[in-house]
């Protein structure tokens, strides 16, 4: 069982990739995910970029009206192969967290900012600004 800090860190990855999906930050997204889905496994790396090309082609082919919707989708379904991802190896929280700060740093200052409410409890501590920065942080509890 994941952390609610750890939680918190996967959705803001699920929110990176496909935030990122059609901007610059795309192929440091999708390198840097693709690398941390495949720990080390080229054959897991490719699959998980075939993943994340499928997502890009998706929220591309959208129509206006239902864009949102689809990036809602896409966007749990990458927070929870990111919680996965956690859970399994938790000591790619670093790299993740170093992930998304890359590519909100390459994301057009109109794509940095979004809405969302988060719940920090048993410790963690969990700050997103309007800006849209992202500080996810471990309470004096966590080891």
């Excluded at 990122?20 to 897991?44: E, F, M, P, S």
């Excluded at 940095?112 to 997103?128: E, H, K, L, R």
């Amino acid at each position: 069982m994941l952390t609610e800090a750890l939680e918190g860190l996967a959705a803001a990855g699920g929110s990176a990739v496909v935030g990122a999906a059609a901007t610059d930050a795309w192929n440091t997204a999708r390198a840097g995910v693709a690398r941390l889905l495949g720990r080390g496994d080229h054959d897991q790396e490719q699959y998980a970029i075939e993943r994340l090309d499928r997502t890009a082609t998706e929220i591309a082919q959208a129509a206006d009206g239902g864009r949102q919707q689809l990036r809602d989708k896409l966007r749990n379904r990458w927070t929870g192969q990111l919680e996965i991802l956690l859970e399994e190896h938790p000591e790619a929280a670093h790299e993740l967290r170093e992930l998304i700060e890359r590519v909100q740093a390459e994301l057009p200052s109109a794509q940095q900012s979004w809405v969302q409410n988060n719940t920090a409890q048993a410790g963690a501590i969990q700050y997103i600004t309007q800006g849209g920065d992202i500080n996810v942080g471990r309470g004096a509890t966590d080891g």
